[in-house]
């Protein structure tokens, strides 16, 4: 008697269990098929409706009006941004304007710069041959007089030097 009920209420458990189950997986194939039909109910008739609400119903003068105005005001933004980006186009040719001077007179620069330097590596081989021929030949008492111009002209060199460095580091390719 005691299994016999025991089988009833295992029975009448697993029924239950699967009456709810059944009926959870019901109500989900209903609630989607209900959210399916109100999508397919929205007809483009309801669509112009709405549009004509909005609108509050103009007339095709009105319409247009209003058509050409936002056009006006589209051109004007149009017109507006074309302005702005002219002078963007102009601020950066300016700029590059101003590097591509100021990198053409660096470059001059660092040239004469380098021209200077070996004319004053020569003027220094020279002087050296001359006071080596004075030493062998024992006339570096006259050392003075001989070689005064060339140590004029080393002087002229080194102070050209010095103005070329001061004016190259003045000069910049950075804003």
């Not at 458990?13 to 194939?29: D, I, M, N, S």
């Amino acid at each position: 008697m005691a299994a016999k009920r025991s089988i009833k209420k295992t029975a009448t458990k697993t029924a239950k269990k699967t009456t709810k189950k059944t009926a959870k997986k019901t109500a989900k194939k209903t609630a989607k098929k209900s959210v399916k039909r109100t999508r397919s109910k929205i007809t483009v008739k309801d669509t112009m409706d709405t549009i004509r609400q909005k609108t509050g119903k103009m007339s095709l003068s009105d319409f247009a009006q209003s058509t050409k105005d936002e056009l006006m005001k589209l051109g004007d933004r149009i017109h507006e941004a074309a302005d702005k980006g002219i002078h963007v186009v102009h601020d950066i040719a300016d700029d590059v304007h101003s590097f591509a001077k100021n990198a053409t007179d660096l470059t001059k620069l660092k040239i004469d710069l380098h021209n200077l330097k070996e004319e004053r590596t020569k003027l220094y081989a020279l002087m050296g041959e001359q006071l080596r021929n004075l030493y062998i030949t024992n006339k570096l008492s006259g050392i003075k007089i001989r070689m005064k111009a060339d140590f004029a002209r080393l002087d002229e060199l080194e102070s050209s030097i010095d103005e070329k460095q001061k004016l190259a580091s003045r000069l910049s390719l950075t804003k």
